[in-house]
């Protein structure tokens, strides 16, 4: 198995009262793609902005690259994770400035980093960041008014690859474009992995394009990881009731089984203190207590 | 096969803006049965919102233009009705349900009367005490329990799904006989979605209303639709029974959207098929057959002149000149055709009678 990049140890974060992610541990190897699913409000987009210390988390712990990533850091120490780590963001038409041309945008990170000897090579950085992700070298010089929904997604990761990093937090990159640019993403975000071997935390609440895109998924209800393992395990052999229900409510292009499955609504089960992570076999964990976990497993 | 409830002929409608005419929707064609649901399917800008607003007459005049078209509800042209007479018609006869369910609501007004004040002001023989005993009904009918608890509260207090499940409500307050859903599940959770087509089909089965259903989720189309329509620039480009577009589609947009949509049993190495380049300009429509740019298939005669519907069956057509007599043979692409026999070969596997489809 490849190297762990990033571990997650017990994280917490609690605004007042309420338990947005509540002791949640996992681990991403260099090279992978993590999925991360769960519905509006589980807290997976929540686990993102903490690992990229958009927040000052409640408890725990989160070593990326073998540091502390919460810990003090100098002017230098930051900046250099900053470059490590970069994020893409749902919306394209808001994470975008609209007073800044595609070429400013994407050239913000090396300006700051110092990344170019001078403006020639700077201006080419920015043409092959482009190219990179399918668009013209021309387009620099546009706003992002002037460029369509997917257009602007891959902006956003022109921008998020300006800086060379190793591990990209992806909060639903997809979710707000239509079919057929999904697929374009998709593929794209798939090529830039194999090309320049890149990392992937991939949030997202659609379940076949995560089963799709990630080695490895990890279900998140209200706070908590229910369920993590390989995409195939997940979705052929599913144990917690929470994740079954999930499945059976994916919606499949084929009417014929549609107009016969029947969905597994999920109850509610209350868990006590006494619930923790249950390894059911090598790599597969299942968030219950003891007895829960074996009457799960035996169905 | 009953009547037809709903026809649309040759729907025409223009948006005047500073840039030019925007031709969003051109020319469309297509009827609905009672008790029957029609998806219309599209991504956006393809006009599917356009045409399900159209029918309700609720696009703005200026800037919309109904430039040309009918609309038959019932043997009545809706296209020149005056605003008063729709009036009649609106929420009455044809209702619709919208993608977010807040804006839908009075957040000031507690949900009860905003059903209620629908069952009084469609029926004026009713009392008040029999709307609210109605309303109370409607609420159950839906699926929410503690219908009389529930009817004091406002709509904050509601989760999305909940909120949803009112909107309903109030659609069906007037029993109309079409419903028009416009991306009605689009913001909600999966697990949600899969309950709210749930209580929608219920409710067809219970009182035979007919349904159009706007989406862009191929996967919701296949649980919900007897009919499909593929929108793309403006038209209809492929129509047919469910069966017919999700098992032997025809048009190579329908490929590329079944294409691009992953698959649970997809091979993972493999790429997803797109449909390269974007919808064209409407302000300015191409000449010859909206699509050509981006059709991997085209050939030159898709530039030049725009393609009829081909008839592939009786009740399935075509917007291609691929299924004109003197075109090549075009296959569906490998990946299309091995997910559609995994389909079929799944569906015989656990008993079910195909009968025809997928040939």
Sequence with gaps: MAEKILEV??????????????????????GETLGLVGESGCGKSTTGRSIIRLYDITDGEITFQGKNIHGKKSKKELKQFNKEMQMIFQDPYASLNPRMTAGEIIAEGFDIHGMYKNKKERKEKIGTLLESVGLNREHANRYAHEFSGGQRQRIGIARALSLDPSFIIADEPISALDVSIQA??????????????????????????VKYISDRIAVMRRGKIVELGTAEDIYNYPVHPYTKSLLSAIPLPDPISEATRTRIPYEHEEVGDDAKSHEVFPGHFVFGTDAQVKEWYTH | MSENLLEVKNLKINFKTYAGIVQA?????????????????????????????????????????????QILFDGRDLVPMTEKEMTKIRGNEIAMIFQDPMTALNPTMRIGKQIMEVILKHNKNVSKADAKKRAIELIDQVGIPFPEQRFKQYPHEFSGGMRQRIVIAIALAAEPKLLIADEPTTALDVTIQAQIIELMKEIQRTSNTAIIFITHDLGVVANIADRVAVMYAGQIVEYGTANEIFYNPKHPYTWGLLGSMPDLDNDADQLLRTIPGSPPDLIHPPKGDAFAARNE???????????????????????????????????????????????????????????????
């Design chain 1, 9 to 30: 140890k017990n994280l917490k974060q609690h605004f007042g009262s309420i338990k947005a992610v509540d002791g949640i541990s996992f681990d991403v190897y260099e």
């Design chain 1, 184 to 209: 374009q993403v998709v593929n794209l975000l798939r090529q830039l992995q194999k090309e320049r071997g890149l990392t992937y935390l991939f949030i997202a609440h659609d379940l076949s394009m």
């Design chain 2, 25 to 69: 929707v051109r020319g469309v064609n297509f009827e609905v049965k009672q008790g029957e649901t029609l998806c219309i399917v599209g991504e956006s800008g393809s006009g599917k919102s356009v045409t399900s607003n159209a029918l309700m007459k609720l696009i703005p005049q200026p800037p919309g233009i109904y430039e040309e078209g």
């Design chain 2, 297 to 359: 298939y085209a050939m030159q005669i898709d530039y030049e002149q725009d393609p009829p519907m081909f008839e592939v069956s009786a009740t399935h057509f075509a917007k291609t000149w691929l299924l004109h007599p003197d075109a090549p043979n075009v296959p569906v692409p490998e990946a299309v055709r091995k997910r559609i026999e995994g389909y079929i070969q799944k569906n015989k596997e656990a008993g079910i009678d195909l009968g025809k489809v997928g040939e």
